[in-house]
């Protein structure tokens, strides 16, 4: 029988078995299924935390396996959350998990609650529709988005996504080194929430790698 107290073992040692437990009752949804989604699974599935669910319509293509990394070639065609369930559940026998394969203007007429919820969306209209979902349920959220060679993340709390310019902008191509790190700052931000530690809040960080190859990080201040 596998014990709690060795699963978490490394992380227990990190911040005790007071703030481990904390995550046991936390629920929280993750928004998208693709690289940000996929990454963002892997690092909270088998955290601790109690219910993860994965909301996505999507099936996996295979130009998406070189980047999102709970799928194979097996998976091709299969819907994406229902890939990622099955991943999470395999990993971790604590955690309660649903797939929900439906867009998210769907999903948010069910009406559920969260302590928090992940953005792993690929398109600015999907986040402005979290955005309204997030302050209307008075739930903070993680924004993440991954560009080429460069990443934003920001934790919303009081501040309006609608400062950003709402359109159907396309991401170009993109790095998957670059989806993991800013999946696993958003990761980070979470779990530092989850367990009752200082997060910084409507403060949005933009990293790129210049010319020269420097890993850049601006901060810029969200209005509320």
């Not at 940000?36 to 599935?45: I, N, Q, R």
């Not at 295979?62 to 559940?89: C, G, M, S, W, Y």
């Not at 790095?175 to 990761?187: D, G």
Request: net charge neutral.
């Amino acid at each position: 029988m596998i014990k709690k107290e060795d699963y978490f073992n490394r992380q227990i040692q990190l911040w005790q078995e007071e703030r481990q437990s904390l995550l046991q009752d936390k629920k929280i949804a993750i928004i998208g299924a693709g690289g940000l989604g996929c990454s963002l699974a892997y690092a909270l599935g088998t955290s601790g935390i109690g219910e993860i669910d994965i909301v996505d319509f999507d099936t996996v293509g295979l130009h998406n396996i070189h980047r999102q990394i709970a799928f194979t070639l097996k998976d091709e065609n299969r819907p994406k959350a229902e890939v990622v369930v099955e991943v999470l559940k395999s990993k971790n026998p604590f955690l309660k998990t649903k797939a929900y394969i439906m867009r998210f203007d769907e999903f948010k007429t069910q009406n559920k609650r969260y302590n928090l919820i992940l953005d792993a969306t690929d398109n600015l209209k999907a986040r402005e529709s979290i955005d309204r979902y997030a302050k209307e349920s008075d739930t903070p959220w993680v924004y993440g988005s991954v560009e080429e060679f460069n990443g934003q993340v920001c934790f919303f709390d009081k501040a309006s996504f609608g400062v950003f310019n709402i359109s159907d902008h396309k991401p170009a191509g993109i790095t998957a080194p670059m989806v993991m790190h800013i999946a696993s700052l958003q990761a980070n931000l979470a779990l530092r929430y989850l367990v009752d530690l200082a997060v910084v809040r409507d403060k949005l960080y933009y990293l790129y790698f210049n010319n020269d190859g420097e890993l850049i990080t601006q901060k810029f201040n969200m209005p509320i």
